[in-house]
């Protein structure tokens, strides 16, 4: 059998535009991705247009479901670096410029530091990237030192908690991770691009892991004592994957 190559039609119903491929499957199905604004639907060349169009119908609750919950899902992009790029601190967004050294100067690149609302980013042509990240991320765990102190403080007298170390790292899928046996706490410094209470939160997360290990109605209880909003908090940070 040969597969006619028949342009995709574009059909819309009650608002939401469907993307149609005729295909040589047996069953219809259809993809929602939150990056697209057509649903993609793939189509038995024998199935009827109105039966087609009355599947859809009954999907629209379902996918406008899942559109509403994107809608409110948040997702840090990895910067590209450019000049004029928004580069977030604490909800707060810098613009990024970038200060080219030339190959002469002594100065070590590639160098991040913030200078009255804009992020400078000192490079020479060969920095690469990744590079460029790394610095970035340097410049975060700095920030992240700063303005720690008092957070731990805070939380430390309101749980009569005690821990042994503070790692700063970057991590892919985690905000903040605590081993209760040994009393290490690690935290993503990734925090630095969410608002203000994502870090008040996430440390007041993991120091509770120190007394309630299981994210269990007592650990919760402890969350509600100190933070009563920090289910409002972790509903609003961006996704990690
Ligand atoms: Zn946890």
């Not at 190559?5 to 040589?24: A, N, T, Y």
Request: charged letters at 30%.
């Amino acid at each position: 059998m040969i597969d006619l190559d028949i342009p995709p039609q574009v059909v819309v119903v009650e608002g939401h535009s469907f993307l149609i491929r005729r295909k040589r499957v047996r069953t219809l199905s259809f993809r929602v991705r939150p990056e697209e604004e057509s649903v993609r639907v793939s189509v038995p060349w024998l199935m009827s247009e109105q039966r087609v169009l009355e599947f859809l119908r009954d999907q629209i609750p379902w996918i406008e479901r899942a559109r509403q919950r994107w809608k409110g899902l948040k997702v840090l992009r990895p910067p590209r670096f450019e000049a004029g790029e928004e580069i977030l601190l604490r909800g707060e967004i810098l613009k990024l410029a970038l200060d080219r050294v030339p190959p002469s100067s002594p100065v070590r690149t590639p160098r991040a530091a913030r200078a009255d609302g804009e992020l400078r980013l000192s490079v020479r042509a060969r920095d690469s990237k990744r590079a460029c990240a790394h610095a970035l991320d340097e410049w975060y765990r700095d920030e992240l030192k700063k303005i720690l102190s008092p957070i731990l403080e805070k939380w430390r007298a309101a749980l009569g908690v005690e821990w042994t170390a503070i790692d700063l790292k970057r991590m892919k899928t985690r905000w903040g991770s605590c081993q209760p046996l040994t009393g290490r706490i690690t935290l993503n410094i990734e925090l630095m691009r969410c608002d203000p209470g994502a870090l008040e939160y996430v440390v007041l997360h993991e120091l509770a892991h120190l007394i309630e290990r299981g994210h269990n109605a007592r650990f919760r209880a402890i969350l509600s004592q100190n933070l009563p909003e920090w289910r409002e908090i972790e509903k609003a940070m961006p996704v990690l994957r």
